[in-house]
């Protein structure tokens, strides 16, 4: 069985500027080392060992970064630089570095986090979910809403604004925050149009009516958003 990974490391950081204002968010360190190298390193120690990189604000800087360390892997580059395609979109346009994977894992490059991705991978494939999403319970805005028995995605709510969406309705809901870590088979490809500019939730929340999109719950794991000056600092 053959697992990829995509390390979403795209986004122009604006939470974290000024550090982002002459370099990528992927590139800030967060004691003594990059988040992108902390990110590439999490991955390897999973053994996974073929590695997809999006890139677009400092784009330059993450290439010249990869090919000037050595790592335990095939690294490769899937460039945004001319449009920003968001996490989904961005998965979509890497398209053609996965077509000998069975499975790919979508890791954020600015969470750290010490979750077993491992043992993910593996209720992933054993539980065969078309996608299988690391969550927590911690304080935030936006959360996914689950069947508390099955943990099947069954919508989402903004604390903030007071939206909710539930595309499945259940009897036993439970919210969970997402850790930007997700588990998805190939086939996930399928469900996104080419050039579409489009973020996961939407899709999730969309396939929740007819596939299995189940949440993974970590609560025991170490885990830091530091996409933000006030994780760092």
């Known amino acids: 069985m053959n697992i990829s990974a995509m390390i979403l490391a795209a986004g122009l950081g604006t939470r974290l500027a ?25 991955v390897i120690g999973a053994n996974i060992h073929q590695i997809v990189i999006n890139i ?5 800087q993450i290439v010249d970064f990869v090919n000037q360390h050595s790592f335990d892997a095939d690294i490769l580059i899937s460039d945004e630089t001319p449009l920003l395609k968001d996490t989904a979109g961005g998965f979509k346009q890497a398209e053609n570095f996965f077509l000998h994977s ?3 894992l979508l890791y954020n490059v600015d969470i750290l986090s010490s979750i077993d991705l491992m043992m ?9 979910n078309l996608a299988t999403i690391a969550v927590r319970d911690r304080q935030t805005e936006r959360y996914f809403i689950f069947d508390q028995k099955n943990m099947q ?24 925050a997402f850790s930007g870590i997700h588990f998805v088979k190939k086939n996930m490809l399928n469900y996104i149009q080419n050039d579409q500019k489009l973020s996961f939730t939407p899709l999730y929340l969309e396939l929740c009516k007819q596939e299995k999109i189940v949440g993974y719950l ?16």
């Open 18 to 42: 000024p550090l982002t204002n002459d370099k990528p968010k992927a590139l800030v360190e967060v004691g003594k080392k990059t988040l992108l190298e902390q990110a590439i390193n999490k």
């Open 56 to 60: 677009h604000h400092f784009g330059n």
């Open 102 to 104: 069975d499975h790919i």
């Open 120 to 128: 993910m991978q593996q209720t992933h494939i054993e539980q065969d």
């Open 153 to 176: 995605l069954c919508g989402w709510k903004n604390n903030k604004t007071g939206e909710v969406r539930m595309n499945c309705p259940t009897e036993n809901p439970v919210d969970y």
């Open 218 to 233: 970590h609560q025991n794991d170490a885990w830091n958003d530091v996409g933000k000056l006030s994780e760092i600092y």
